[in-house]
């Protein structure tokens, strides 16, 4: 059976939408319509037109100021399988979260080198943090993304920190892999994660890891709120409170008890090792 010319059409206009996708499988994470178009051979307005396609149905998002594409929230539709199980887990204990903590409470996951925020339960103050389902969030400076960060294997905690350019973006922010490593091993230690400030002016968050069946971290949860709310005294009460969400939820996902609190290991040396290599 041969095509017809509208089909024959349809089906290499989806060959090219599919390679424009698979162009974001490495570890760039953004591209522009010329960077696009030099990569896969095909025609600038070619591109352009099939991003504009991919872009109104989901696939594919733009950055209002760079005018670069990156995947978009819709393609982590396919891959939600485990993303359900975990929402349906974590949602009761979230809302109880908010409640305990009085601030917005986020739940993100790892997705290759990113981590994306899946769930967002606001909290009920007037002045509170603005997160959205499907963002992507800096994984050096999101106290729920580094309560991932903190856990995963030395190999991939390379590889994950490697890829990011660990950009300035508060005063406080770390920018050096050495203080960044240093940093996660205080967060292994202690059973928790900060943000103080790192992310955005004002804004401080406490997360903690979820773990699942085999012990491996594959969530992280966060409460955030403004600085005058959240000050020294608050950040150490919202550890102990958010951590035991956490295990709530690592508990309903079949984590064995004995793996809730790991003790630091070797990870951090064995990274700093590589780093001044």
């Avoid at 993303?83 to 290759?112: C, F, I, K, N, P």
Wanted: aromatic share 2%; net charge neutral; proline share 3%.
């Amino acid at each position: 059976m041969t095509l017809g010319t509208t089909d024959a059409r349809s089906v290499v206009a989806l060959r090219r939408g599919l390679a424009i996708l698979d162009a974001f499988s490495g570890t760039r994470r953004e591209h522009g319509v010329n960077e696009l178009a030099r990569m896969l051979g095909m025609h600038k307005s070619t591109v352009s037109r099939l991003c504009a396609t991919l872009e109104q149905s989901g696939y594919l998002s733009r950055d209002g100021a760079s005018e670069k594409y990156r995947l978009g929230a819709r393609i982590q539709q396919f891959s939600e399988g485990s993303s359900v199980e975990l929402r349906a887990a974590a949602r009761d204990v979230l809302h109880q979260l908010v409640e305990s903590s009085g601030e917005t409470v986020t739940l993100v996951v790892r997705d290759g080198l990113d981590m994306i925020t899946i769930e967002v339960l606001e909290g009920p103050k007037l002045v509170r943090m603005q997160a959205r389902v499907g963002a992507r969030t800096q994984v050096h400076a999101s106290a729920g993304a580094k309560a991932i960060l903190a856990w995963l294997p030395v190999d991939e905690l390379n590889r994950v920190i490697d890829a990011w350019p660990l950009a300035r973006l508060t005063p406080n922010t770390l920018v050096t892999k050495a203080d960044l490593l240093q940093h996660l091993a205080e967060i292994r230690e202690r059973g928790y994660s900060v943000d103080r400030e790192e992310l955005e002016i004002g804004l401080r968050c406490v997360g903690a890891p979820v773990r699942d069946q085999t012990g491996e971290v594959v969530a992280g949860i966060a409460a955030s709120g403004p600085r005058h709310r959240v000050d020294d005294a608050e950040i150490e009460r919202l550890g102990q409170v958010v951590r035991n969400a956490a295990d709530a939820i690592s508990a309903r996902l079949g984590a064995p008890m004995s793996r809730f609190a790991m003790p630091p290991d070797e990870a951090t040396e064995a990274a700093q090792s590589r780093a001044g290599s």
